[in-house]
């Protein structure tokens, strides 16, 4: 519903062609690949590939694409991390409906947007995780055991528990699942 509503608002717009839609991220990278959209319009979560996964993806493969993040995270991690990935833009749901065809304009044309207040508090806590912690935390997220997680990622037992410690630590919890908790509402994992 939401997908077809906000289809129907950019068809509105005069100057706005919308080429495609997707139902979850995997089919929006092939929509994306095939299309070649000035723009692709992404929340954060969605069913196989995330929003972050998709900007870095179509980033690698040199798409020409401008990535532009809706969502209803107001979480100073995930807009940092979006602009680390490639996202040119980053807004929230309850952005007025010109204020988001002007953003999608902006960034159509080279431009960068993010939400003003989001922006301004996204620089004042950092991200403490490094790209394996996170990892592990994912897989902790996904229900996945240390002996689990060390298979997939091809770790011993001890390496899994030394970056679960330190993620623990870092985030400030008493232990992996309210370390997953932390990180996500910090926008970290």
């Not at 870095?56 to 807009?79: C, D, M, Q, Y």
Request: net charge negative.
């Amino acid at each position: 519903m939401v997908l077809g509503a906000l289809a129907a608002l950019l068809k509105i717009e005069g100057d706005f062609d919308v080429v495609g839609q997707a139902q979850d991220g995997r089919e929006a990278l092939v929509l994306a690949q095939k299309l070649d959209p000035d723009v692709v319009l992404t929340d954060i979560e969605m069913p196989g590939m995330s929003g972050l996964d998709l900007a870095a993806e179509l980033k690698r493969r040199g798409s020409r694409s401008r990535v532009v993040i809706l969502t209803t995270f107001a979480r100073p991690g995930f807009l940092r991390r979006a602009l680390e990935v490639g996202a040119c833009g980053y807004l929230l749901k309850d952005t007025p409906s010109q204020k988001l065809a002007g953003a999608i304009r902006h960034v159509a044309a080279g431009g960068r947007m993010a939400d003003p207040e989001l922006a301004a508090t996204a620089w004042t806590e950092d991200d403490p995780l490094t790209d394996r912690e996170r990892e592990v935390l994912r897989l902790v997220a996904d229900g996945q055991s240390g002996a689990e997680i060390a298979r997939e990622l091809h770790l011993s037992d001890g390496t899994v528990r030394n970056y679960l410690s330190d993620a623990i630590s870092k985030v400030g919890a008493r232990n992996r699942i309210e370390a997953v908790r932390i990180a996500r509402e910090k926008g970290w994992l």
